[in-house]
């Protein structure tokens, strides 16, 4: 937990300090980040060619520099967290469709499809706006401890209940018992791992294997599936539009919603490639790899089949 103690005091001072000397900050991080340490540097270009082929070395370059400065502004962003105040995240991030957000949903429990794409992190002040009992915020643990209490403590501070990957089914199995009305936020644009692959869809040009948690969730609960369309205004300063992707009601073949999700993201990528996490190593699985290994996965194999003679 000792790590805990040495972060939390240090992010807690730098959200007090004047937003020009955070940018200060988030420069110096971006310089070490991309100059110094060069972190990740291979997997961002790597990532970024496989992505954008039709792009030249320069428009490739302008993209992976506008990423580490965006890297750098949403590491500080995270950290101020930690003492921002209520009047000023609501000024960080806004909401700009709300009433068609609750004409969407109705009263009912609905799942919010994240990605790691603008300031995430800063969606955790959507509680303060009451459109439902509470918001679940679905996160995958760390193995160190302290940085898991801090991420935890900075991610509750505005109402936002964050609730381990592995305890969600059952936490939205007791609410619902419960007649509870909940926003559940799910990040979706992670790697799955071994057994949590089952799902692969064609995204940014490659068959990209995804967590078919948000689809099942939707399923069995009956949810609504809204994606979060997110865009910088300007350092520091984001606004959100919902975007319903899947109604709660609608009969869908399996992996229609994680597709539907895959093609929106996909969508708001390409618009401003920088704001989205190409240090995340996204395609370190190969589909014909992973169907060699699982013979019997007939469905997938015949996407990727039909798909190669198109």
Same mark, same amino acid.
């Given at each position: 937990?000792?790590?805990?103690?040495?972060?939390?005091?240090?992010?807690?001072?730098?959200?007090?300090?004047?937003?020009? !000397?955070?940018?200060?900050?988030?420069?110096?991080?971006?310089?070490?980040?991309?100059?110094?340490?060069?972190?990740?540097?291979?997997?961002?270009?790597?990532?970024?060619?496989?992505?954008?082929?039709?792009?030249?070395?320069?428009?490739?370059?302008?993209?992976?520099?506008?990423?580490?400065?965006?890297?750098?502004?949403?590491?500080?962003?995270?950290?101020?967290?930690?003492?921002?105040?209520?009047?000023?995240?609501?000024?960080?991030?806004?909401?700009?469709?709300?009433?068609?957000?609750?004409?969407?949903?109705?009263?009912?429990?609905?799942?919010?499809?994240?990605?790691?794409?603008?300031?995430?992190?800063?969606?955790?002040?959507?509680?303060?706006?009451?459109?439902?009992?509470?918001?679940?915020? !679905?996160?995958?643990?760390?193995?160190?401890?302290?940085?898991?209490?801090?991420?935890?403590?900075?991610?509750?501070?505005?109402? !936002?209940?964050?609730?381990?990957?592995?305890?969600?089914?059952?936490?939205? +199995?007791?609410?619902?018992?419960?007649?509870? =009305?909940?926003?559940?936020?799910?990040?979706?644009?992670?790697?799955?791992?071994?057994?949590?692959?089952?799902?692969?869809?064609?995204?940014?040009?490659?068959?990209?294997?995804?967590?078919?948690?948000? %689809?099942?969730?939707?399923?069995?609960?009956?949810?609504?599936?809204?994606?979060?369309? +997110?865009?910088?205004?300007?350092?520091?300063?984001? %606004?959100?539009?919902?975007?319903?992707?899947?109604?709660?009601?609608?009969? !869908?073949?399996?992996?229609?919603?994680?597709?539907?999700?895959?093609?929106?993201?996909?969508?708001?990528?390409?618009?401003?490639?920088?704001?989205?996490?190409?240090?995340?190593?996204?395609?370190? =699985?190969?589909? %014909?790899?992973?169907?060699?290994?699982?013979?019997?996965?007939?469905?997938?194999?015949?996407?990727?089949?039909?798909?190669?003679?198109?």
């Amino acid at each position: 937990m000792l790590s805990y103690y040495l972060i939390y005091p240090v992010a807690w001072c730098l959200g007090k300090l004047p937003y020009p !000397v955070q940018l200060l900050f988030s420069d110096l991080v971006r310089w070490v980040l991309y100059g110094v340490v060069r972190y990740r540097r291979k997997v961002v270009r790597a990532n970024l060619q496989d992505s954008f082929p039709e792009k030249s070395r320069a428009e490739l370059r302008q993209i992976e520099q506008g990423f580490y400065k965006h890297l750098a502004d949403v590491f500080i962003e995270t950290l101020s967290l930690a003492s921002v105040s209520e009047r000023e995240i609501r000024r960080r991030m806004k909401y700009l469709n709300l009433d068609d957000l609750m004409r969407w949903t109705g009263g009912r429990s609905w799942i919010s499809a994240m990605a790691h794409y603008g300031s995430w992190e800063y969606t955790t002040n959507f509680d303060l706006y009451k459109t439902h009992d509470n918001a679940l915020a !679905v996160y995958r643990p760390l193995s160190d401890k302290g940085a898991d209490r801090f991420y935890h403590r900075i991610r509750s501070r505005f109402g !936002v209940i964050p609730v381990p990957m592995h305890e969600v089914g059952r936490e939205m +199995v007791r609410r619902a018992r419960m007649g509870s =009305h909940v926003t559940l936020a799910l990040i979706a644009d992670q790697t799955p791992a071994g057994p949590e692959i089952q799902n692969w869809t064609m995204f940014l040009g490659r068959w990209t294997p995804f967590f078919t948690g948000t %689809e099942k969730m939707a399923l069995k609960f009956r949810m609504p599936v809204v994606f979060l369309d +997110v865009r910088k205004v300007r350092r520091g300063y984001y %606004e959100a539009r919902f975007d319903l992707l899947y109604d709660g009601e609608e009969q !869908v073949e399996e992996g229609e919603i994680t597709r539907r999700y895959a093609e929106r993201l996909e969508r708001m990528i390409r618009q401003r490639p920088e704001l989205w996490m190409w240090s995340h190593r996204r395609w370190k =699985h190969n589909v %014909e790899d992973w169907l060699a290994q699982h013979p019997h996965a007939v469905k997938i194999a015949n996407q990727v089949q039909n798909a190669g003679r198109r």
